[in-house]
């Protein structure tokens, strides 16, 4: 089983940024690969980005440029950069594990991006 916990959230301006942080415990984390997703009410979760094992990237074209998935397999911690922030942006945030088709996911982190 495992466990992830996102950190990082909350509001900021337009143009701002924030780092989302996810610790993963009960696994191997070497292994998975992890990805955010985000939920906005109304509208199906969405990949956000994701990053492999091997540490290769994918983002959604909405974040390309703007946003950096990173991991630290040290510290069993998956990492997105969000710069440029838009109001559009505006959405929990949620970490995934996944490993031969496991699915694991966190509670959610509420990003929002105001004036």
């Known amino acids: 089983q495992v466990q992830l916990v996102e950190s990082g959230g909350g509001l900021v301006q337009p143009g701002g940024s924030l780092r989302l942080s996810c610790a993963a415990s009960?696994?191997?984390?070497?292994?998975?690969?992890m990805g955010w997703y985000r939920h906005t009410p109304g509208k199906q979760r969405e990949l956000v980005a994701q990053?492999?094992?091997?540490?290769?990237?994918n983002y959604a074209d909405s974040v390309k440029g703007r946003f950096t998935i990173s991991r630290d397999n040290a510290k069993n911690t998956v990492y997105l950069q969000m710069n440029s922030l838009k109001p559009e942006d505006t959405a929990v945030y949620y970490c995934?594990?996944?490993?031969?088709?496991?699915?694991?996911w966190g509670q959610g982190t509420q990003v929002t991006v105001s004036s």
């Open positions: 995934n594990s996944n490993l031969l088709s496991t699915n694991y």
């Open positions: 990053i492999t094992s091997g540490g290769s990237t």
């Open positions: 009960g696994g191997i984390f070497k292994f998975y690969a």
